[in-house]
């Protein structure tokens, strides 16, 4: 549920956000056939908001390596979204 809260308060914000569960939509695909998927539409995004729990996701963090690499803005506050608008 937590990427289903952050999707409805980036929205509340007029953002348009890209939920990796939606961007999957398959609980049986594979770890990296999922990353690849969540890489592809991370390539579409001008920005990405890092949820608090990303830490504790490998996924998370090679998702934040690229978008270091690829000079993607990473925002970890929603404040900070605010200020964007």
């Known amino acids: 549920m937590k990427f289903g809260s952050a999707q409805k308060q980036l929205e509340a914000l007029g953002f348009e956000a890209v939920n990796p569960l939606v961007v ?8 990296d056939h999922a990353m690849r998927l969540c890489i592809k539409a991370l390539m579409d995004c001008d920005a990405m908001y890092i949820l608090p729990c990303a830490s504790d996701s490998p996924g998370a ?5 690229l978008a270091t690499r690829l000079n993607i803005p ?3 506050m929603l404040n900070s979204l605010k200020k964007l608008k």
């Open 24 to 31: 999957v939509n398959d609980w049986h695909c594979t770890w």
């Open 61 to 65: 963090g090679v998702e934040m390596q």
């Open 74 to 76: 990473m925002y970890v």
